[in-house]
């Protein structure tokens, strides 16, 4: 106990730095996720702009990127990391990598809910006229907004995951926090203090994420 409290400024500091990745992945992986999403979900067969080319391109991407193990794909995208960010290591290397990786794992969340949509009532928008950009974002995306959320939600607890393993190029957290004070130092106090502060992370945003998911699907 008197080692977690002569660390406890690095502790809180370790606290901020997972919540800072976990904002800046989310904010980079919502908008390309959705994107992506959206892009398999419309250029399908039988989709609202179908385009067989496309869809088949996008298809592999998402599914020879999203097999890939984190720990592996984090050091495999150093050199591309460097060249947006301007470093591989840091906070916010491993922030721009758990948001590419996220990316294709959104991609395919907002695909499924969107596709899992009543066909009736996409046809009925069809028969009223709507246009494909119409339909999408005045029916598909509101049909499928409760599920959305809750899939959102359990990325952002995979991001908080993917933080721990940020450590490993330099981009420290509550994982490498717990990694460098408790395990390699044998610390269990320090260690487990690190856990339940992650684990009391992914609780709130499960809470909050189920909630407001609850609230949008009474409407």
Same mark, same amino acid.
């Given at each position: ?7 406890? *400024? ?5 606290? &901020? ?8 992945? $989310? ?7 959705? $994107? %992506? ?12 702009? =179908?385009?067989? *080319? ?12 999203? *097999?890939? =193990?984190? /720990? ?35 991609? !395919?969340? /907002?695909?499924?809910?969107? /596709?899992?949509?009543? *066909? ?14 119409? %339909? &999408? ?10 599920? $959305? ?47 339940? $502060? ?16 609850? !609230?949008?699907?009474?409407?």
């Amino acid at each position: 106990m008197d080692r977690l409290i002569e660390l406890l *400024p690095d502790f809180w500091q370790a606290a &901020l730095e997972t919540l800072y990745m976990t904002t800046f992945a $989310l904010a980079m992986a919502g908008v390309i996720g959705t $994107l %992506i999403g959206i892009g398999l979900y419309v250029t399908r067969p039988g989709g609202l702009l =179908p385009n067989r *080319p496309v869809s088949i391109l996008i298809s592999f991407l998402v599914n020879f990127i999203r *097999p890939i =193990p984190f /720990v592996i794909f984090i050091a495999v995208l150093q050199p591309f990391t460097r060249i947006v960010i301007g470093t591989g290591i840091g906070i916010n290397a491993g922030a721009f990598a758990i948001g590419v990786a996220a990316s294709f794992a959104i991609g !395919r969340i /907002v695909e499924q809910h969107l /596709v899992s949509v009543s *066909p009736g009532v996409i046809e009925a928008a069809r028969a009223m006229g709507a246009g494909p950009w119409r %339909i &999408l974002f005045t029916v598909a995306m509101p049909e499928a907004l409760g599920p $959305l959320i809750l899939g959102y939600t359990f990325i952002v607890v995979a991001l908080i995951d993917m933080t721990a393993m940020a450590g490993l190029v330099g981009g420290g957290g509550l994982g490498a926090f717990a990694q460098v004070y408790g395990f390699r130092q044998f610390e269990p106090v320090v260690m487990w203090a690190a856990i339940i $502060l992650i684990v009391v992370f992914v609780h709130l945003v499960q809470t909050f994420g189920t909630w407001l998911a609850r !609230r949008i699907m009474r409407r």
